[in-house]
C-alpha cells in the first residue's frame, strides 16, 4: 500500500528555520513529481511547492525565496527547507505525489497524500 509520512514538524518562533520530511514506503519517490501543501483552519489547502522527477521545482509566491524543495532519492525522501518562517505559515502541511512528469501545484492533480504535519509559528 503507498503510504506518504510528513515528519519535522513543530513549535517555533517568527525567524527561524524548519524542515520538513515527506518519506515513503512501498514505492519510490523519484518516480513522482512530489508536492508539499498547507491548510490552514478554515481555509483552502494550497499548494507550497513541488520537485519533478528530473529536479524542477516550483514555488508559491508566499515562500518564494525562504522555502526550499528538493530530494534525496538515496533515502527515499523529498524535503521541505522552512526558512524566515512567519505566523501566517501556521498549517497543517501534506507531501503528495503526482504522476505529472511537469510542476504542478492543483492539488487535483495529486493521487496520493499523507496525513500531514502540523507547523506553528508563534512567539
Known amino acids: 500500500q503507498v ?15 524548519m524542515r520538513l520530511s ?8 523519484d518516480y513522482y513529481t512530489i508536492g508539499w501543501f498547507r ?7 494550497e499548494g507550497v511547492s513541488c520537485i519533478t522527477q ?9 515562500v518564494k525565496g525562504r522555502f526550499t524543495i528538493s530530494r534525496d532519492n538515496a533515502k527515499n ?5 522552512m526558512n524566515s518562517l512567519k505566523p501566517e505559515d501556521t498549517s497543517l502541511y501534506y507531501c503528495a505525489a503526482s504522476a505529472s512528469i ?14 500531514g504535519t502540523q507547523v506553528t509559528v508563534s512567539s
Do not use: I
Request: hydrophobic share 30%; charged share 15%.
Open 39 to 45: 491548510q490552514a483552519p478554515g481555509k483552502e489547502r
Open 77 to 81: 525522501t523529498v524535503y521541505l527547507q
Open 3 to 17: 503510504q506518504l509520512v510528513e515528519s519535522g514538524g513543530g513549535l517555533v518562533q517568527p525567524g527561524v528555520s
Open 54 to 62: 528530473t529536479g524542477s521545482t516550483s514555488y508559491a509566491d508566499s
Open 102 to 115: 511537469f510542476t504542478t501545484m492543483n492539488r487535483k492533480n495529486y493521487g496520493y497524500w499523507g496525513e
Open 22 to 29: 515527506c518519506a515513503a514506503s512501498a514505492f519510490r519517490l
